[in-house]
């Protein structure tokens, strides 16, 4: 007969199992389900205030191709109605709808190191899209990326010395990855990835849509590399397009560093 003490430690292996279980099945909420048509959630980013100064940055290593000197990414305003480009916009809290990739969209997501700059700069993506850089200078970058801040810990660090083969990475999860070059400090990237399909960034005028949106009451997200993070509850009504405007920024309200403004996912 088993004594109490053993019963005890053989139940602790158990319970851990099934903790394991349930928080991998609570983690995975959104499915998608092809009865949902759903309606379009648009509108326009704003700015709010001041964009910062673009500031200067000295290049020490490889001036000769990269430049003396290496401006900002510069804030895209559109004079004529004060939207903001680039800006990341989601939705939190929907757990059914479109599938999570649509058959017409690109399975690889591409980075390129050109002309000592990461080309795009702004990226979003789903769990499932596989990130692919490639470096097309003429010289050597050090890609390295890290999840959540540029402190965070190591997904990628790969020497890409000129004229060598692209890497690949798979996106398994969601979160905020930040992109940089340790051998130019100047060259940053962030790539946005999401576990559901509702997510755009704005164009030059700051519109944007989100399409087959199934009603519900959702927090609307949208966050950008110089303002952070704003986020307010909008709901979507039945067969009803919704239409808002929301802004962002201000010189005085953002840290000058991607790192303390993740979103969330």
Known sequence: MMNP?????????????????????TAETYQADPTINGVTVQGRIKLSGLPKDNVATPVYRDS?????I???ETVAVDPSTNGLG???VSLVGVERGKPLIPADAPVILEIESKKCRFSPHLNTAAVGTTLEVRNLDPI??????????RFGPTVMNVIQPAGTRSVQKPFSEAGFLDVRCDVHAFMSASVHVFDHPYFTTTDHTGSFAMTKVPPGVYKLQIWHEQFGTRERTIKVPPGENVTLEMEIGGKNLAPS?????RPAR
């Open 86 to 88: 680039n800006v990341v």
């Open 70 to 72: 290496v401006l900002g």
């Open 140 to 149: 050597l970058h050090n890609l390295h990326v890290r999840r959540e801040t």
């Open 257 to 261: 560093d991607m790192s303390d403004m």
């Open 64 to 68: 000769d191709y990269c430049g003396e």
């Open 5 to 25: 003490q053993a019963r005890g430690t053989l139940m602790l292996p158990v319970c851990l199992v099934v903790g394991l279980v349930v928080a991998e099945a």
